[in-house]
């Protein structure tokens, strides 16, 4: 089957070549917001389907985000500083 794109965004559509039949349409219900509050998971199932395994330890994931987290601070510190507004992390 080939598939030929039309429009852009929202609006973007995969057409089955032949027939002009609609394949592929953006549903904006799926969407996912950019800032969530809240993330969880729970890895069970990869484990036991996939078989897959952490490749880093917890407390390694933790002073990872921790180690980002101070260098967004120090952007935002450097912004707020030199006059310019910036984002509030901490708006709910």
């Known amino acids: ?3 030929r794109w039309e429009g852009q965004g929202a609006d973007e559509k995969g ?3 032949d ?3 609609v394949i592929v349409a953006v549903d904006p219900t799926y969407y996912r917001p950019t800032e ?3 993330l969880l998971g729970d890895a069970t199932k990869a484990r036991e389907k996939l ?3 952490p490749t880093i330890a ?3 994931m933790i002073a990872e985000i921790v180690e980002a987290d101070l260098e967004e601070a120090k952007k935002d510190y450097l912004c707020l500083s030199e006059g310019f507004q ?3 992390h901490f708006d709910s």
Do not use: A, P, Q
């Open 51 to 53: 078989g897959w395994k």
């Open 58 to 60: 917890f407390e390694e």
């Open 15 to 17: 057409l089955d070549e």
């Open 1 to 3: 089957m080939s598939i």
């Open 86 to 88: 910036t984002y509030n």
């Open 36 to 38: 969530v509050n809240e």
């Open 19 to 21: 027939s002009g039949r």
